[in-house]
């Protein structure tokens, strides 16, 4: 079966500090990998997906980065954080079968605050 | 206009009640479509999908209603555990990026 890892859980970053946070997933090939941001109290965010190794569409200009050097490995990344940085980052993979759609699992989440 | 739309609530009902919520979508090419269920500080997690008219999964319901464009998502017989913020999510297209996420209602069942 698939799994999704997201790690850490939590998460207390200064201000200015660099930031990796790290998604895998398991049982799958290929997937199709996706970082979200959840701030307080609001809906999804997306700001990255990737469809293969390398290959990285950013949805929202802003601090941060993404990397996929693996096929089941994606990575967010800030060289500095902002206050403005602090949320619920969730990595999702998504279950495709003949071009159909079956939806996200999520990641247990990364909770981010900046201090 | 929003792909998603959804109703924030908060819905606030009794045990055992019955509870709907409605979710309108934008795009009429919008092929699948799902409910997600996300407890308080949590992760997502898949309730229910929907690809024809409905689906019946124990105490939930989720309708489709192309015509109109809105999909909505009935608990029968409300348990505590019931309290939630639900997700409405549509597929709109093929590509990679074609998930659209509504902002969520969020539910709280009351002793």
């Known amino acids: 079966s698939q799994t999704i890892h997201q790690w850490p859980a939590t998460l207390v970053q200064p201000v200015g500090s660099p930031l990796s946070l790290e998604c895998t997933v398991e049982?799958?090939?290929?997937?199709?990998l996706y970082w979200y941001r959840q701030a307080a109290g609001r809906g999804l965010q997306l700001l990255f997906y990737s469809v293969g190794i390398g290959q990285i569409s950013s949805e929202v200009p802003q601090n941060l980065s993404a990397s996929r050097p693996q096929d089941r490995q994606f990575i967010l990344s800030s060289k500095k954080l902002l206050l403005s940085d602090s949320g619920f980052y969730l990595c999702a993979w998504r279950h495709l079968r003949d071009r159909v759609s079956y939806g996200y699992t999520f990641g247990s989440g990364t909770r981010l605050t900046v201090v | 206009r929003k792909e998603v739309e959804q109703d924030p609530g908060p819905f606030n009902v009794p045990e055992g009640a019955t509870v709907a919520f409605n979710c309108t979508y934008s795009n009429s090419a919008s092929q699948s479509f799902f409910w997600y269920r996300q407890d308080c500080r949590k992760e997502p997690k898949l309730l229910m999908s929907v690809y024809s008219s409905g689906n019946e999964d124990g105490r939930f319901t989720a309708q489709l209603n192309r015509a109109s464009q809105y999909i909505s998502l009935l608990i029968r017989d409300s348990k505590l555990s019931d309290s939630a913020t639900y997700l409405c999510v549509v597929n709109v297209g093929t590509g990679a990026n074609n998930l659209f996420f509504g902002t969520g209602t969020r539910l709280t069942v009351i002793p």
């Open positions: 049982g799958t090939s290929n997937p199709n």
